[in-house]
């Protein structure tokens, strides 16, 4: 995403439907996408944060809501592994999901984007005014703390929509 085989000015819409808690670097990714879209084109980004209860996206095994704010990264990467041993598709899981990133093994399959994180980075790119923002609560009766700072424990999906200057 970082270098698409596309024409500049290419596209009306761009949809980034789960994908941008993935990016290794989602600034870049946000250039690129200008590049390829026309002038007035739109941009959709849904993504869940990492503070939500299965943020570290190890869910498909570790089904415990949070876990990634209770253990460090080497116990999780070693429960994942351990329990990936008793599937068909261990090798693959494994390998979709942890790297080497400077001399240590990490969780590769997510960038950890907060809410802050992405906000931070819509401020520092003038390249899409916002036409939408918005964090879907984890359930409409905990809405009320999206206005507080536990708003990253306690959102689903943060929804934006924008168009490009």
């Known amino acids: 995403a970082e270098e698409m085989p596309f024409q500049t000015a290419s596209f009306d819409m761009c949809v980034m439907n789960d994908v941008f808690e993935h990016l290794s670097r989602p600034e870049v990714v946000l250039q690129e ?23 570290a996206h190890l869910t498909d095994l570790i089904g415990i809501p949070y876990v990634h ?9 070693n429960a994942y592994k351990k329990l990936a041993l008793e599937t068909k598709s261990a090798e693959k ?33 003038d390249r899409f005014k916002t036409i ?4 879907i609560p984890l359930k409409y009766q905990v809405g009320f703390l999206l206005k507080t700072p536990l708003r990253e424990f306690f959102t689903e999906m943060l929804v934006y929509a924008g168009e490009k200057n």
Do not use: C
Not at 69 to 77: A, R, T
Not at 132 to 135: G, I, R
């Open 132 to 135: 939408l923002y918005k964090l």
């Open 69 to 77: 704010l209770l253990f460090p990264e080497p116990v999780l990467i």
């Open 93 to 125: 899981r494994i390998n979709l999901r942890f790297g080497i990133v400077d001399n240590r093994e990490q969780i590769t399959y997510i960038n950890k984007m907060t809410i802050t994180r992405f906000e931070e980075i819509l401020r520092n790119q």
């Open 33 to 55: 996408v200008n590049r390829v879209l026309k002038p007035h084109s739109k941009v959709f980004i849904n993504s869940p944060p990492y503070f939500h209860p299965y943020g």
